[in-house]
Nanobody
Framework: QLQLVESGGGLVQPGGSLRLSCAAS????????MGWFRQAPGKEREGVSC????????NYADSVKGRFTISRDNAKNTVYLQMNSLKPEDTGVYYC???????????????WGQGTQVTVSS
């Protein structure tokens, strides 16, 4: 079974940057679309960004467009989320997920990581 492990979360001040990584093991990510999702306390999990298996197609939530960039390195079996100009409302647990199609809908993804906490606060 595909296993995903996120890393790179932490505490950052507003306006700062973080880069999240999602490393896969046991299977190659080459044939999977990947997504990043986040969940704030008391809120539903929401799609942040997704990328096709080839990396040729990406999508972003309106709230992060122009600030976040998703990318993948299939040779390293890793997906990244570069987050710039972070805001307090970006706070939450960030999850990566793998599935057959690049969508922003959590239920369409089959494999999930355990999540990494991102806290944006002064």
């Amino acid at each position: 079974q595909l296993q995903l492990v996120e890393s790179g979360g932490g505490l950052v001040q507003p306006g700062g940057s973080l880069r999240l990584s999602c490393a896969a093991s046991r299977f190659t990510l080459d044939y999977y679309a990947m997504g990043w999702f986040r969940q704030a306390p008391g809120k539903e999990r929401e799609g942040v960004s997704c990328i096709s298996s080839s990396g040729g197609s990406t999508n972003y939530a309106d709230s992060v467009k122009g600030r976040f960039t998703i990318s993948r390195d299939n040779a390293k079996n890793t997906v990244y989320l570069q987050m710039n100009s972070l805001k307090p409302e970006d706070t939450g647990v960030y999850y990566c997920a793998a599935g057959p199609r690049a969508t922003m809908t959590p239920v369409e993804f089959d494999y999930w990581g355990q999540g990494t906490q991102v806290t944006v606060s002064s």
